[in-house]
């Protein structure tokens, strides 16, 4: 079964950049360049909100417009990491960021498309 785990958050300052990194553990089932991989954040009292998607060899990759310009979304398949960039951080960047794991390219913002999921890291932003 596959397992998710989030690492890379803290506290960091605005304009500061961050790389969060999702490492999963496939155990005896498929590879982990089978999975598209999304990036979500959530804040309390919010809507979840998606940030970027990655396709399994890494080639495609897809922001809302809200995060374009500002995040990065990369894997490693051979070490079996997903990877998110944050570049000039704000304070409304503040959340649990998490990543989740599915298995076709279409529809990243659909939260009940996603299999697997971490437990997330918390990103927490200071002006």
């Known amino acids: 079964q596959l397992q998710l785990v989030e690492s890379g958050g803290g506290l960091v300052q605005a304009g500061d950049s961050l790389m969060l990194s999702c490492v999963a553990n496939?155990?005896?089932?498929?590879?982990?360049?089978?999975?598209?991989m999304g990036w979500f954040r959530r804040v309390p009292g919010k809507e979840r909100e998606f940030v970027a998607a990655?396709?399994?060899?890494?080639?495609?990759?897809y922001y809302p417009d809200s995060v374009k310009g500002r995040f990065t979304v990369s894997r490693d398949n051979v070490k079996n990491t997903l990877y998110l960039r944050i570049d000039s951080l704000k304070p409304e960047d503040t959340a649990d960021y998490f990543c989740?794991?599915?298995?076709?390219?279409?529809?990243?913002?659909?939260?009940?498309?996603?299999?697997?999921w971490g437990h997330g890291t918390q990103v927490t932003v200071s002006s």
């Open positions: 989740g794991a599915k298995n076709f390219w279409e529809r990243h913002s659909d939260y009940a498309n996603y299999l697997a």
């Open positions: 496939t155990g005896f089932g498929r590879a982990f360049s089978t999975y598209t």
């Open positions: 990655i396709s399994g060899n890494g080639k495609n990759k």
